[in-house]
């Protein structure tokens, strides 16, 4: 069931409340996967203004409520934050909010690290582990991308 979404680009005041889904969202599915040290790493990096001030943002709402975002880096080839209220997963937002990123960016070979909690959703979406699990500053993910000769061989 697809949900009648309106994805549109963030501006700069529309960032905090973004940023506030996205803790929420993280601190329910993902964070259980994280030690401490990792829960605080990624609070640290979504409050770090330099950092986010080089990302491209957009959200999806539903009836003017913003229920998911994603945002990409490095001229829109890795996915930085990818978050769906989870009153709205498995409702096609998130499919919605990927084919956002391919129209607009148009990156030959998208890249993303997977949180274990998201792998699934990633391979569903098209992407292939290219390493396996790591964990930096208590941060677990899993190197993935998009595109690419590797596309049909995963």
Same mark, same amino acid.
């Given at each position: 069931?697809?949900?009648?979404?309106?994805?549109?680009?963030?501006?700069?005041?529309?960032?905090?409340?973004?940023?506030?889904?996205?803790?929420?969202?993280?601190?329910?599915?993902?964070?259980?996967?994280?030690?401490?040290?990792?829960?605080?790493?990624?609070?640290?990096?979504?409050?770090?203004?330099?950092?986010?001030?080089?990302?491209?943002?957009?959200?999806?709402?539903?009836? =003017? @409520? /913003?229920?998911g975002?994603?945002?990409t880096?490095?001229?829109?080839?890795?996915?930085? +934050?990818? #978050?769906? !209220?989870?009153?709205?997963?498995?409702?096609?937002?998130?499919?919605?909010?990927?084919?956002?990123?391919?129209?607009?960016?148009?990156? =030959? @070979? /998208?890249?993303?690290?997977?949180?274990?909690?998201?792998?699934?959703?990633?391979?569903? +979406?098209? #992407?292939? !582990?290219?390493?396996?699990?790591?964990?930096v500053?208590?941060?677990?993910?899993?190197?993935?991308?998009?595109?690419?000769?590797?596309? =049909?061989?995963?």
């Amino acid at each position: 069931m697809v949900l009648d979404i309106f994805i549109r680009s963030l501006n700069e005041n529309e960032i905090a409340e973004a940023l506030s889904l996205v803790w929420s969202v993280f601190m329910e599915y993902e964070a259980p996967d994280y030690s401490k040290e990792g829960v605080e790493e990624f609070y640290k990096s979504i409050h770090d203004e330099s950092y986010l001030s080089r990302l491209c943002t957009y959200g999806a709402y539903r009836d =003017d @409520k /913003l229920v998911g975002v994603i945002a990409t880096r490095n001229e829109g080839t890795h996915i930085a +934050l990818f #978050f769906v !209220d989870g009153k709205y997963h498995r409702q096609g937002i998130g499919k919605k909010l990927f084919q956002t990123i391919l129209r607009e960016c148009h990156p =030959d @070979k /998208l890249t993303v690290n997977s949180s274990p909690y998201a792998v699934p959703v990633y391979h569903k +979406l098209g #992407f292939c !582990d290219v390493d396996k699990e790591q964990v930096v500053n208590g941060l677990r993910f899993t190197p993935m991308e998009y595109g690419g000769w590797y596309r =049909d061989e995963c």
